[in-house]
């Protein structure tokens, strides 16, 4: 009864020993890449916002009737993450039991301690590329024509270039009341 007891409590003690909380971290995607609204400052103005590996090379704000309206403006920031190094020294405490039945029956119990160093130089961290963050602005000539329709407008996005190049389209954004 003590055995399968023992192996439980040292598998849970193994699995928290192994989620290292050191500096080292993966980008994570976004959970909203493209993001569309109207520009604080200008009323007429569709601000779309779009965070991805690829950067922002066009975009178009598409009419029902087919019109295109291109992005007067588009700004982006290139996101880099920290290396980290080779990372912080680690701790690990291990447990575990058993007991073996037959002649000369044993049980037992064991504490592991272990320590782990970085080798190497960690203080060569370089900056890695992990996305570009683009802002682009196009502006609404007709905002009644706009407002009338607004849910059959279109904004599409195209990201990268050449053969990499592709193209994202999302609704347009409810108008400011």
Not at 42 to 57: L, N, R
Not at 67 to 86: C, V
Not at 147 to 176: D, F, N
Request: glycine residues 12%; charged residues 15%.
């Amino acid at each position: 009864m003590k055995t399968p007891i023992l192996i439980l409590i040292s598998a849970f003690l193994m699995a928290s020993c192994t989620s290292n909380s050191g500096s080292q971290r993966t980008a994570v995607a976004p959970a909203n890449p493209v993001v569309t609204g109207f520009a604080e400052s200008e009323q007429d103005t569709v601000k779309v916002q779009v965070t991805d590996p690829q950067p922002v090379t066009r975009v178009e704000l598409a009419a029902p009737d087919g019109r295109i309206f291109l992005a007067h403006q588009i700004d982006r920031e290139r996101l880099t993450r920290q290396g980290g190094g080779y990372g912080q020294p680690t701790v690990g405490v291990g447990i575990g039991g058993g007991s073996s039945s037959g002649w000369g029956s044993r049980s037992g119990v064991g504490v592991g301690l272990g320590f782990g160093f970085p080798l190497g130089d960690a203080s060569q961290s370089a900056a890695r590329p992990v996305g570009v963050a683009s802002t682009a602005l196009v502006r609404v000539p007709d905002m009644a024509a706009y407002r009338a329709q607004w849910q059959q407008w279109r904004v599409r996005i195209y990201l990268g270039e050449g053969v990499s190049q592709r193209m994202v389209e999302v609704a347009a954004p409810p108008p400011v009341a």
